[in-house]
C-alpha cells in the first residue's frame, strides 16, 4: 500500500503570496489531518478532515484553510504569507478520527517565505 | 485539557547502552498515548501506542513503553542503543474533544536522540 504523498516537497515564496499544499492519503483512510512544524513552535496542529468535513481546528488564523475532496485527498491554502508561515507541513491520514487510531505521516512540504 | 512534557529535550547515549526518554502528560480523560520518532527531513513514524489494553507496550525496533497512570507517564525504553536510532522522539496524547466527535492530538516538544559510536 502506499504510504501519504504532499506535494511539492519544497516550496519558496514570498510575503504576501498565497500557497497550496496537496496531501493524498493512504488508500482507504478518511481522515486527513495537518500540521504546521517549527523549530520554536514545535509540532502544532492546524485542522483535521473526515469524509469531506472540518473535525477539529486548532488555533491558527483564519489566512490557513483547507478542505477535503470525495477522494480524500486534502489541500491546505495559506494566504497572504508572512515570514513566520515558513515551515515544515506535514500531512497525516488515519482510517477513521477516533482517539485509538495512529496517524501516518507523510514526508511533509517544506515552505520557505522570503 | 491535555499537555504532553517530554523531560529532555536532547539525550545521548553510546551504542550499545539503553535508551530512556521521559514523557508525562496531562488529560482529563483516558488518553490513547503514542510515540512517534522522526528522522532528518522525514516524516513522523509511529513507533508504538497504549490504549488502555496492556501497560506495557512493545513497539517496532525493540523500543517499549510504559503507562503508569499513578505517575502519569509514559517513557520510552530500549535495551540497547543502535546508531540507526538517532532521531527525534515525539510523545503524543490523543483524547476526545468536549463534543466528543473528534480527537485531539496533543505533541511533546520533541527529544532529539543522539547515539555515541
Known amino acids: 500500500k502506499a504510504g501519504v504523498t504532499q506535494t511539492p516537497r519544497y516550496l519558496i515564496k514570498t510575503r504576501g503570496q498565497q500557497v497550496t499544499l496537496s496531501c493524498s492519503p493512504i488508500s482507504g483512510h478518511r481522515s486527513v489531518s495537518w500540521y504546521q512544524q517549527t523549530p520554536g513552535q514545535g509540532l502544532q496542529f492546524l485542522f483535521e478532515y473526515f469524509s469531506e468535513t472540518q473535525r477539529n481546528k486548532g488555533n491558527f488564523p483564519g489566512r490557513f484553510s483547507g478542505r477535503q475532496f470525495s477522494n480524500s485527498r486534502s489541500e491546505m491554502n495559506v494566504s497572504t504569507l508572512e515570514l513566520g508561515d515558513s515551515a515544515l507541513y506535514l500531512c497525516?491520514?488515519?482510517?477513521?478520527?477516533?482517539?485509538?487510531?495512529?496517524?501516518?505521516f507523510g514526508p511533509g512540504t517544506r515552505l520557505t517565505v522570503l | 485539557a491535555q499537555s504532553v512534557t517530554q523531560l529532555d529535550s536532547h539525550v545521548s547515549v553510546s551504542e550499545g547502552t539503553p535508551v530512556l526518554l521521559r514523557c508525562n502528560y496531562s488529560?482529563?480523560?483516558?488518553?490513547?498515548l503514542f510515540w512517534y520518532v522522526q528522522h532528518p527531513n522525514k516524516g513522523l513514524q509511529l513507533l508504538l501506542k497504549?490504549?488502555?489494553?496492556?501497560?506495557l507496550v512493545k513497539g517496532i525496533n525493540g523500543f517499549e513503553a510504559e503507562f503508569k497512570k499513578s505517575e502519569t507517564s509514559f517513557h520510552l525504553t530500549k535495551p540497547s542503543a543502535h546508531m540507526s536510532d538517532a532521531a527525534e522522539y515525539f510523545c503524543v496524547v490523543s483524547e476526545l474533544i468536549s463534543s466528543g466527535s473528534a480527537r485531539q492530538l496533543t505533541f511533546g516538544s520533541g527529544t532529539q536522540l543522539t547515539v555515541l559510536p
Open positions: 497504549y490504549t488502555s489494553a496492556a501497560t
Open positions: 488529560s482529563s480523560y483516558s488518553p490513547s
Open positions: 497525516a491520514s488515519s482510517s477513521t478520527s477516533g482517539r485509538l487510531n495512529e496517524q501516518f
